[in-house]
């Protein structure tokens, strides 16, 4: 079974612009997860995305956003974009959205974000 | 909100010794603990977790015990490989929620 998938791996932007990044979830999954990784800050979470509808969101700014298909992929978009938002931007891909259960979290390898 | 704080940020040890990687958590809510290995330019790989409602936990070299009275929780590595050097982080949830809290991660090293 195929993993997580993200594109681009790579992305180089200026100050300013906005950056639209996919993740297409673990075949049957239908939950979705976005990470921000840096040296400065570790692993936090953005938000959760469980049947189209974003379940769960980080204490990131409104520049951040996402949205989920019906097919399940995702997106994240983050708007004027800022010198500290160059990280690495994590998927996780959950088999359900979890009520009482959480399940595991089965990461993508991650887009790399340069922020000029 | 979770805090989840881990020690060492760094482990050297040599090869076929064990390494021991320590977290401490402070929402007595949580209760679901996942072990992430992230090698260079790659995502977190699941390891090992545990559950609330188990104290420990094996899988061949790895194991990892769960203290909830005292809000901590461990991964032991036994007869370590040099494949085994990475970054390891701990995390910790509450049932029903995909959102993970991180610790800050430890860089351990297997000397051949």
């Known amino acids: 079974k195929a993993g997580v998938t993200q594109t681009p791996r790579y992305l180089i932007k200026t100050r300013g612009q906005q950056v639209t990044l996919s993740c297409s979830p673990i075949?049957?999954?239908?939950?979705v997860s976005w990470y921000q990784q840096t040296p400065g800050q570790g692993l936090q979470f953005l938000f959760e995305?469980?049947?189209?509808?974003?379940?769960n969101k980080g204490n990131f700014p409104g520049r951040f956003s996402g949205r989920q298909f019906s097919n399940s992929r995702s997106e994240m978009n983050v708007s004027t974009l800022e010198l500290g938002d160059s990280a690495l931007y994590l998927c996780?891909?959950?088999?359900?959205?979890?009520?009482?259960?959480?399940?595991?979290?089965?990461f993508g390898p991650g887009t790399r974000l340069t922020v000029l | 909100g979770e805090n989840v704080e881990q020690h060492p940020s760094t482990l050297s040890v040599q090869e076929g010794d064990s390494a021991v990687i320590k977290c401490t958590y402070s929402?007595?809510?949580?209760?679901?603990f996942p072990w992430y290995k992230q090698e260079l330019g790659k995502g977190p790989q699941l390891i090992i977790d545990?559950?609330?409602?188990?104290g420990e936990k094996k899988d061949q070299r790895i194991a990892v015990t769960l203290n909830k009275t005292a809000k901590h929780f461990s991964l032991h590595i036994t007869e370590t490989q040099p494949e085994d050097s990475a970054v390891y982080f701990c995390?910790?949830?509450?049932?029903?929620?995909?959102?993970?809290?991180f610790g800050t991660g430890t860089r351990l090293t297997v000397i051949p």
């Open positions: 996780a891909s959950t088999l359900r959205g979890g009520s009482f259960f959480t399940d595991t979290q089965y």
């Open positions: 995305y469980f049947s189209e509808t974003q379940r």
């Open positions: 929402d007595s809510a949580s209760n679901y």
């Open positions: 995390a910790a949830s509450t049932a029903g929620a995909n959102n993970l809290f």
């Open positions: 545990i559950r609330s409602n188990v």
């Open positions: 075949s049957g999954h239908r939950s």
